[in-house]
């Protein structure tokens, strides 16, 4: 089986996969809002605190393993991304090497703690404060996951197949991007996007990205 969310209020929609997820649990920040189509939260947030690497994750999180191909695959993903954000006209999305230490972490979290949500209910960490706690400074912030995909191709197809996905991978807000990809737990490969807009590349200001039935 098969799981991809993001944060949709209020439940799951079943095809294929299980779709479904939660919104974050309030404003960060400069006093944005919490968009939760997508897991995408947006207010002028600054981070704090630092990254784990991702080679000691295996001993802080038992059972949560890189891939072999883990370097390949992330790569991938990123460029399938910016393939499917080229069809449509938007922007290319840069790597940030802290958000994919914060996808990277949560991937694990999610294979040893034993959830596929956006919030950890064992910790109670959010995606505000997973942002937080990697020192990623923003305007906007958004999340997608999924387990159980063998490939990069199966699970950006499987994102795109999904409008409220898709619409945080198409979001022309957004300009870094990091993956996390890791190897354990029920559904054998756990994926995580984080998508960002740093502080630095200043509000966004133009037209909106919105899918009819996705929070925005």
């Not at 079943?14 to 809002?33: A, D, F, V």
């Not at 992330?74 to 080229?86: C, F, P």
């Not at 400074?137 to 995909?149: C, F, P, R």
């Not at 984080?194 to 039935?213: C, I, N, W």
């Given at each position: ?129 997973r942002v937080n706690e990697f020192g990623y400074q923003y305007w906007t912030v958004g999340e997608n996951l999924a387990a159980g995909q063998r490939t990069p191709a199966e699970v950006v197809q499987a994102w795109l197949e999904s409008p409220c996905h898709k619409q945080n991978i198409l979001n022309p807000a957004f300009t870094e ?40």
């Amino acid at each position: 089986m098969n799981r991809i969310a993001l944060c949709v209020a209020g439940g799951a929609l079943l095809l294929l996969s299980t779709l479904g997820g939660c919104p974050g649990p309030g404003n960060l920040g400069g006093g944005g809002t919490v968009n939760t189509a997508g897991g995408v939260l947006t207010g002028g947030g600054t981070g704090g605190g630092g990254a784990g690497a991702a080679d000691v994750l295996a001993d802080r999180y038992p059972g949560c393993t890189e891939a072999a191909e883990g370097n390949a695959w992330r790569d991938e993903v990123l460029r399938l991304v910016n393939e499917a954000r080229r069809r449509e006209g938007v922007g290319a999305l840069a790597w940030n090497a802290l958000l994919e230490a914060q996808a990277t972490a949560y991937a694990c979290e999610m294979i040893h703690y034993d959830f596929f949500s956006h919030n950890n209910p064992v910790t109670g960490s959010s995606l505000s404060d997973r942002v937080n706690e990697f020192g990623y400074q923003y305007w906007t912030v958004g999340e997608n996951l999924a387990a159980g995909q063998r490939t990069p191709a199966e699970v950006v197809q499987a994102w795109l197949e999904s409008p409220c996905h898709k619409q945080n991978i198409l979001n022309p807000a957004f300009t870094e991007l990091g993956v996390g990809v890791r190897f354990g737990g029920d559904y054998g490969v756990y994926w995580v996007q984080e998508f960002g807009r740093p502080l630095s590349a200043g509000p966004y200001t133009g037209p909106a990205a919105h899918v009819p039935g996705c929070a925005h």
